[in-house]
């Protein structure tokens, strides 16, 4: 039975109010109320409205006297005075006290239950409300009559608009946190991912504090408790190299590494779904069924099936689901301290190794430095692969400086002994155009040398440029790829790409200099 809960203490006085409610409850209404609808398999399909996805230039962040010290101000951070935030919240409850009835969802964030957060989102929308039934972990009836006040609260007042003459906002988008109040409110934007990269985003400023390190990435455990942890921008293959039949998963996106070992932050899955097939991602694929949402996909409207390479609305179509949808999911989603640190990287330049074993001091680097090359774009003109850096794999969300999470990485490494690998999964003998794509078959045998210690032991050489250390013999994988100098057909040409390369690597960290040790800045290639 769905307890009730008081929403006064908030300013809310709505008189009905629906309080954890079951999804198949939560589909009635989002049906009838909202006009959703149920594709083929039994999702929820829903669509998000103008806002297809996150709105990071409308983010806000409240400094205040604890926060003005620790937050790494500047355009992922931007400042916003206490008192802005104050009136956005009054424009957020004024708009839910004009419904008829409210949803709220209490859930956790994060499954180690001594580092667990208590979330409360207040919503308008019924799909809002079961995409955070999704995201979030589920407490038992026992622990909803017993959940007490919460540790965080999301209004999510999205489909009414923010007042940009308010001060420090700057469109009719307002994404506001505040650490001292525990609030997020959330304006002009529908797009249910804001929530969810808005509790990570808590996580990022709340685990670090204590010596827990928050982290953008997958994680997965083998039969015998050995974790692995796969760090690594879109396309890189982090989803796809992660979900591996013989190994369990303990999640996909968001993890916390603390004195117990790794957990999950959160209790579901949130898939991009743009092209994709049961060929390609099997468990993904079966997991859109009853209990799942789909965000701004386009289905026949007579079969209700998925056109999943219509991207008419968005390029960015999603799915959320529990994680229990996943068939070799771990849960509760914890695991033992990391034996093995993934870096993924897509060198469309073909200059990275196909894997190459890090320091720790070479790990914090790469990590900070969260590279990946995307192949050349149809932009007139745009005839190389574009370099992206996103520092510790996820720069939108992280609150601390860069090197903080670097510093609590490179000590857990060096305590718990795990080992640090840069995977790159991009191209070989060339770069895009010239060279080929690195074959997943290769990647998967790499993947699976690094599990079973075969990788640990090899004879390495060192990379002349970059400094880590290059295993030159790999089970499954032919050696003639691993040293990527001896792939390209001109010597000369690669030794010129390679220095290309490092200084865009040098530019880049020049952004996190000032906050980095000089073992760290050692650390970067030699140029």
Not at 40 to 61: C, N
Not at 287 to 297: D, K, M, Q, S, T
């Amino acid at each position: 039975m769905v307890m009730d809960v008081d929403l006064n203490q908030y300013g809310i006085t709505v008189e009905t109010i629906h309080r954890n409610l079951a999804p198949a409850e939560l589909y009635e209404k989002a049906i009838t109320r909202a006009g959703a609808q149920i594709n083929s398999t039994g999702a929820l399909a829903t669509l998000s409205g103008e806002k297809t996805g996150r709105s990071p230039k409308d983010k806000r962040v409240v400094e205040d006297a604890e926060t003005s010290e620790d937050v790494w101000w500047g355009d992922v951070n931007i400042k916003l005075q206490h008192d802005s935030f104050t009136k956005l919240r009054a424009v957020a409850v004024e708009y839910l006290n004009s419904r008829k009835y409210l949803y709220v969802l209490d859930g956790y964030a994060g499954w180690d239950p001594e580092h667990q957060l208590k979330v409360r989102v207040i919503c308008c929308q019924a799909y809002h409300a079961l995409f955070m039934h999704n995201m979030l972990i589920r407490p038992t009836a026992e622990q909803l009559a017993d959940f007490g006040e919460p540790d965080f609260v999301i209004y999510n007042s999205g489909a009414t608009d923010a007042d940009p003459d308010i001060e420090g906002v700057t469109s009719k988008t307002s994404v506001a946190l505040s650490f001292k109040d525990r609030e997020f409110v959330l304006l002009g934007t529908q797009y249910a991912g804001e929530m969810k990269k808005g509790v990570f985003t808590v996580m990022n400023y709340l685990m670090p504090k204590i010596g827990v390190l928050s982290m953008h990435c997958s994680a997965n455990e083998g039969s015998e408790g050995d974790v692995s942890l796969f760090f690594g921008l879109s396309g890189t293959g982090k989803t796809t190299l992660s979900a591996d039949p013989d190994r369990a998963l303990i999640g996909d996106d968001e993890h916390c590494w603390s004195d117990n070992g790794v957990f999950n932050i959160e209790g579901g899955c949130y898939a991009k779904t743009i092209d994709l097939s049961a060929e390609k991602e099997p468990a993904i694929f079966s997991a859109i069924r009853f209990g799942a949402v789909l965000e701004n996909i386009v289905m026949d409207p007579h079969t209700r099936e998925v056109d999943y390479h219509d991207s008419s609305i968005t390029e960015n179509t999603r799915t959320s689901y529990p994680i229990e949808f996943i068939p070799n999911a771990k849960t509760p989603c914890v695991g033992g301290h990391p034996r093995n640190i993934i870096l993924l990287t897509c060198d469309a330049f073909g200059v990275l190794p196909p894997v190459s074993k890090l320091t720790p001091e070479q790990a914090m680097y790469h990590f900070i430095s969260g590279y990946t090359a995307k192949v050349a774009g149809t932009e007139v003109g745009v005839t190389e692969p574009q370099a992206t850096f996103s520092a510790c794999f996820g720069a939108a969300f992280l609150v601390w400086h860069p090197a903080k999470y670097a510093e609590l990485l490179a000590e857990k490494m060096q305590r718990h002994g795990s080992s640090a690998w840069l995977v790159n999964t991009g191209w070989s003998g060339g770069a895009y155009g010239t060279g080929a794509r690195m074959q997943l078959a290769y990647t998967r045998g790499i993947i699976d040398a690094i599990h079973s210690g075969e990788l640990s032991d090899v004879p390495c050489e060192a990379d002349p440029v970059f400094g880590f250390q290059i295993p030159t013999t790999c089970p499954n994988v032919p050696d003639e790829i691993l040293l990527p100098w001896k792939t390209w057909d001109d010597p000369t040409a690669f030794k010129e790409t390679a220095a290309k390369l490092a200084t865009m690597f040098a530019r880049n960290f020049e952004n996190y200099a000032a906050g980095a040790s000089s073992e760290i800045l050692n650390a970067g290639p030699q140029i």
